[in-house]
Every structure is written in C-alpha cells, then in structure tokens.
C-alpha cells in the first residue's frame, strides 16, 4: 500500500481554498482519497476549510454520477458510444436549424461552468458554431446587474472593484452573507477570520439585510432591510454624503458626477424611509459613519442583484465608494493584477444589442435573460426554441417559475445535457454526456483569481488518472464541434488543450515573460501551495476601458431607469415577501446527493417571523401551503425571530421528488423548490436579471 500526499484548491465554491489530499492505492486496486484537510501552508486560504471540500471524495465515489454517455429511448437510459452519441447531436441540431434557423437552437450554461476551466476555454468552440442568439446562462439569475454597472461605469464588464476586507476599517455589506457563501465577487477564503480582525483593529461590520444571516449575526450592526427596498437605503446613503460633502476627494477621472447629484437629489432619506423600511435618522447616522471611517467599503451580493432595481443598486454601490473616496484605494474597492488577465485580454462587451423574441429583454455579452428562456420554448411562431443545450446547469431549479420551464423542456424537439448526474432538468434530455470528475482533470482558476482579496496564482494538476474510455469536458466540446463542423460544413479553428491556452495567458500577463517574475505552468508547478503576488493595489485609472478612459458616473441607460423608480407608489401593506437564503453546505443543488452535507439539523423550511404565524394561525413545525402568482407548495414552517416580520425565507435548490431523477440520496431529502414560486415576469427591467427576492406570497395552513 502506498500513500501520497497531493495539494490543490476546492473547486466548489468562489473561495478556493488550498486542500491536501491523500490518496493511497493498494496492490490490484484503484487510487482512492483517505483524507482531505485544509492546507495550513496556502498562504491564501491558511488552513482553513468547510464542509463542502470533504465531500470531493463523496462526489469521485457518488454511484448516481454519470461515467459514459446516456441516450434516453422513451423512459430508460441506455449507453451509447462517444462518436455515435457526437454524430446524433450534429444530425439532430443540424436538421432544426436547417428547417427553423439558428436560433431555433438555444444554450444554457450552469454556475459550475466557472469552476472548471475546460468548460471556460472550450465550451464556445462548439457553442460558436451554433450562431445562436438564444443563449442563456446562470449569470441572469445571478450578478448580471454587478457586471452591467461595470460595465456602464468602467468600460468591462469583469473589471469589479473588490473589497480590501484586510485593510478597511469599514465593511458596509447588503445582500450578502460570506459566512455561508465563502464570499461570492469577492473570493476571500477564511472570510470569518477576516471580518474579526476588522473589529479586532477597532473597525466596524455593518449588515443590511431582511433576516439575521450568520454574517448579520456577528456584525456590529445589522439592519433589516424590507426585501427590494436596498435601492431606496442607497439612494438615502448617497444623498445624505452629497448634502454633507464627501470625506475626501478622489484620484480618480469622474465625468458625470454632478448629472447624477442632482438627480437624485429627489431621494432623500426621508423620502426613502417607508420604502426600504429603515428609519431615516439611522439611514443619516450609518451615511456619516461611513464617510466618516478612515478607509470604507461598501459591498453588495447576490441580495441586491436579485431585486427589481438590481443595476440601480450596484451603480449606487460604486458611487458610496467613490465619492467618499474609497474606490481604488487601500482598505477601500480595489481591482485585482490577476496573472491570467481577463480584462486586458478582451473588449468590454456590449448590451442591447438585440433582445429576446418574446418579451424584447435586453442582451448583454451576447446573453439573453433566463426569464426569457421558458417562453422562448412556448411561444410558437418564427425564432421558436426548439432544441435546448444544457451545460452544468439545473435551471429547473435555479431559474423562476421553474414549472413553467419544466412545461417547455418536455415539448422540445431535441435537448442535449453536458452533465454528470440525471437530474431535475436533465431528465428531459435526449443524451447527456458526462466529462471525468473534477480531480481528474487540471484546473486553474481564471475567474476567482480575478476576484480575490488578494492576487493569487495556483495551477492544480489532475490528482486521478482519467478512466479509460472517459473524455474530459474540453475533449467532448471538441468533439462535438469537429461532428457539427463535417455535418454542416463549418469552417473549424485549430485549438489547443485548456493547460496550453493558461500557459499563453500567464505568460502574456502582468507577471509573465516582461516582469521579473516570468510566470509560467513551470514556475506554478514548483509552487504546489500556489503563489502570493501580493496585496491589492490602487490600479482602476490604467485600467479603464471606457471611450475616453474616464469614469462614467451617469450613464445614459441608468439614468433613464431612475424614472422607473421614481414612479415606485408606497409598499402594499401587510404584504409578505419571499427571499431566499444560502447554507455553507449547500452552493448548487446537486450537494444535496452527498450524506455528509445533507445530515444533520434539516435547513429546507420556511422560516417566518412569530408575528406572521399568529396573525395566520399558524404554529411552529406546521405544514404550510405556500402560493404566488405562479405556483404553489408545501413545506415545513419554522419559527424565527432572525426573520424580518412580513418576510419568509426558503432556502435555493431543494425540492428534488420529481419524477425521473436519478439521485439517490437528493430524492430522499424533504422541502420544495424555491423557483416554483418565483415569478419569470418579475425582473429588473433594466438588466432583465431575475427578481428572485421579494416575491409576493400567501402562506396558509397546508
């Protein structure tokens, strides 16, 4: 028996923290994992570890994931060989666009996609080919509105000013809860250690938020907020620092500045007191505090992006920081010198270039809204989706009105899934291939390098062999491409294995070939615990990618929308409001199939405050029914005073007893899908990100 030590980051969460992993492999056996620890030496991560990394070895070993290609023939799935399986995908989509157009063909592509390069590098080689505009992804029920606002404001979309969280002295978080997610936009492993040590130097943690999340929990403040009223906060925020005049000026080149003061000097926090439900004197007081602290930083999540006025809050996010001179500042938001630079080495993108047949919802980097993808599918005439490709995704579960979408999917001509498990989407699907599992394969973080606290750089070689017969995610992108490409004659580019394009990447970047430094593959492989290239620094002004390279504070696009919130009435009175909420153990539904993060205390209930059950008659542990525009369920009611009263909480991803599913232990475990509730025609129609919080809803005894 012999036993060897391996060292490489989690894939499963943006954290990415550094793991050592033991395998040990015995005469006439496989190499199996026998341990999986926090690596103390990953001067990022220093150790630190959660639940999720321990199950790597539940997800290598899980019997329900997919090792070969699946081709489901009426209800059974059976086997098919990768060239025969890559020749019916080509025959199949070929003959719809032949008969319907391009666009009769759509794409969707998962949150996983960003935690596996292979999918990042290579999913467009033959995706491209499609020349659809139908495509759609996790991004629009997620952090479309953070990117559109950079995007307005700073020329690039990915160009995201992250919080200095070792340096400020002032931590302002809305809609986000880093205890449970690890951060998120904001890669910062160890994230609770490192809002301590903010109090620790004598600063402050500020949480804005309708329930009392574990990072409101050991704040030094929390607010609740009323769900979709965090604009209404920022607006009194900014209004009460431009009546008061800003703490310091900036370095920065601002074109718009005054447009926008004016603007919104409308929004007064008096004014916006009964919309976000906070009383104006502590709106006041909390804009004081702020500007008032030596280095600040305001930081706003998924919460904020997931309501009806999405961009208007992270547009109003980055103006906090920048006219009380904290963005591109230490201790304040700081973009990344990440080694593989995203930005550099791409345009900033475009929005509205067209829209979406249906609804006219507005494209951006050449996405459509996932609201939009259900109707698509439904509503006949030209343009009308008929083949659907899924790519690590679920959106059964992670997009609204998922029933709707279910609805769709079943009258689809053709699907095919890149997927690893028979899941609540999937199981529509004609044919699913699965890629080799994550420690199977390398991987380099491209994406949450380019949002961490601190530049960092790691290159994870595989730590299993590729079983024999398997294809890795990349190679069934190529093969699928070089089928299509003969069916229809396309003209395919030459292509290079993901490994290569990094090694390009690293060397064409800040630490490369020109600096001292020369980064290469070779240099991280010699540095199994990845490499420190230091703080954050100031950095935003060289890196603009507007027109005139000057900050773009009133974009025209953001400005039209102010009117939209203007004409906002008073809030409906004793209405209740949906939110969701995240757990540590919990980043996409398909955790739900591992025992290690579905044991233990259940987390699938409606959580509502004791006010609201006694005015419905309702008793704590109750079965309740609860109904939306869109749909109804049952679930478990559990009494909490972290609630905010008129607000009820369900946790993201649940709901798995669909018929079909080929997930063991997920299809064991109670609760219901949030998204069968969320509304498809509630958007923040600026972006048409999915307004997932603050969802009208009735509960009533089941």
């Not at 060239?83 to 032949?98: C, K, T, W, Y």
């Not at 592509?109 to 080689?125: A, C, D, E, F, K």
Request: glycine share 8%; charged share 20%.
């Amino acid at each position: 028996m012999t036993k060897t030590l391996h060292h490489r980051a989690c894939h499963l969460c943006e954290a990415i923290c550094g793991l050592t992993l033991e395998i040990t492999e015995e005469q006439g056996s496989g190499p199996r994992i026998t341990s999986i620890k926090g690596d103390p030496e990953d001067s990022f991560s220093r150790g630190h570890i959660c639940p999720k990394a321990v199950a790597l070895q539940d997800i290598q070993n899980d019997p329900d994931r997919l090792r070969q290609p699946m081709q489901r023939v009426g209800n059974e799935w059976q086997p098919i060989e990768w060239d025969e399986a890559f020749a019916l995908v080509a025959e199949r989509l070929a003959s719809i666009q032949q008969r319907h157009g391009n666009n009769a063909v759509a794409t969707y592509q998962g949150n996983p996609s960003v935690h596996n390069y292979g999918l990042m590098t290579h999913s467009n080689y033959f995706l491209g080919l499609l020349k659809t505009r139908n495509r759609f992804s996790a991004t629009s029920v997620d952090q479309l509105p953070q990117h559109l606002a950079s995007y307005l404001m700073y020329g690039h979309g990915l160009l995201l000013p992250i919080p200095d969280i070792d340096h400020t002295d002032f931590m302002l978080i809305l809609g986000g809860n880093p205890l449970a997610s690890n951060g998120s936009i904001m890669t910062v492993p160890d994230v609770e250690k490192r809002l301590k040590a903010i109090q620790a130097r004598g600063g402050k943690v500020v949480v804005v938020d309708p329930r009392r999340s574990e990072t409101a929990a050991m704040a030094d403040q929390h607010l609740f907020v009323r769900p979709g009223g965090d604009v209404a906060l920022l607006f009194g925020l900014l209004n009460t620092i431009f009546e008061e005049g800003p703490t310091r000026d900036s370095h920065l080149q601002v074109d718009g500045l005054a447009q926008v003061r004016q603007a919104i000097c409308r929004f007064t926090a008096e004014a916006m007191s009964p919309l976000c439900a906070i009383p104006a004197p502590q709106i006041r007081q909390l804009a004081r505090d702020f500007a008032s602290a030596d280095k600040a930083v305001c930081y706003g999540r998924m919460g904020v992006s997931t309501q009806a006025f999405g961009t208007l809050c992270h547009w109003l996010l980055q103006l906090l920081n920048l006219v009380t001179g904290n963005l591109d500042r230490v201790g304040g938001a700081l973009c990344t010198s990440p080694a593989v630079d995203l930005v550099a080495a791409t345009a900033g993108g475009h929005f509205n270039a067209w829209q979406s047949r249906v609804s006219g919802l507005p494209e951006y980097g050449g996405e459509l809204p996932v609201s939009a993808l259900a109707e698509e599918m439904l509503t006949e005439g030209e343009g009308q989706v008929r083949a659907l490709i899924t790519v690590a995704g679920n959106p059964v579960l992670s997009t609204p009105n998922g029933r709707q979408l279910e609805q769709a999917l079943d009258g689809l001509e053709f699907m095919l899934s890149i997927d690893l498990y028979i899941n609540e989407t999937t199981r529509y699907a004609d044919l699913i291939l699965p890629s080799t599992s994550a420690l199977e394969n390398d991987h380099y973080d491209t994406t949450f390098n380019l949002f961490a606290v601190r530049n960092v750089s790691r290159f994870n070689r595989a730590i299993l062999p590729k079983p024999e017969g398997a294809l890795h995610d990349w190679e069934i992108f190529v093969g699928l491409a070089q089928a299509f490409a003969a069916r229809t004659q396309s003209l395919l580019k030459p292509t290079i294995a993901p490994a290569q394009m990094i090694e390009l990447g690293l060397r064409a970047g800040p630490y490369g070939d020109a600096s001292p430094l020369r980064l290469s593959l070779a240099t991280l492989d010699q540095h199994p615990h990845g490499i420190d290239l230091g703080a954050l620094q100031p950095n935003l002004a060289g890196r603009l990618k507007t027109e005139n390279r000057r900050i773009q504070a009133a974009p025209a696009a953001i400005m039209a929308d102010l009117e939209r919130f203007a004409a906002l009435g008073p809030p409906p009175v004793d209405e209740l409001l949906l939110i969701g909420r995240r757990h540590v153990r919990s980043n996409n539904s398909w955790m739900h199939n591992y025992h290690r993060l579905v044991k233990g205390k259940p987390r699938h209930q409606l959580l509502m405050h004791p006010q609201d059950l006694a005015r419905r008659g309702l008793s704590d542990g109750q079965r309740v029914r609860i109904s939306s525009r869109v749909g109804v369920v049952e679930v478990e009611v559990l009494a909490s005073g972290e609630m905010m009263p008129g607000v009820v909480s369900l946790p993201h991803g649940w709901g798995h007893g669909r018929p079909g599913v080929h997930m063991s232990i997920a299809t064991a475990q109670p609760g219901c899908s949030a998204n069968d509730l969320t509304d498809e025609r509630q958007l923040d129609a600026l972006s048409g990100n999915a307004a997932l919080n603050g969802v009208p809803v009735r509960v009533e005894a089941a």
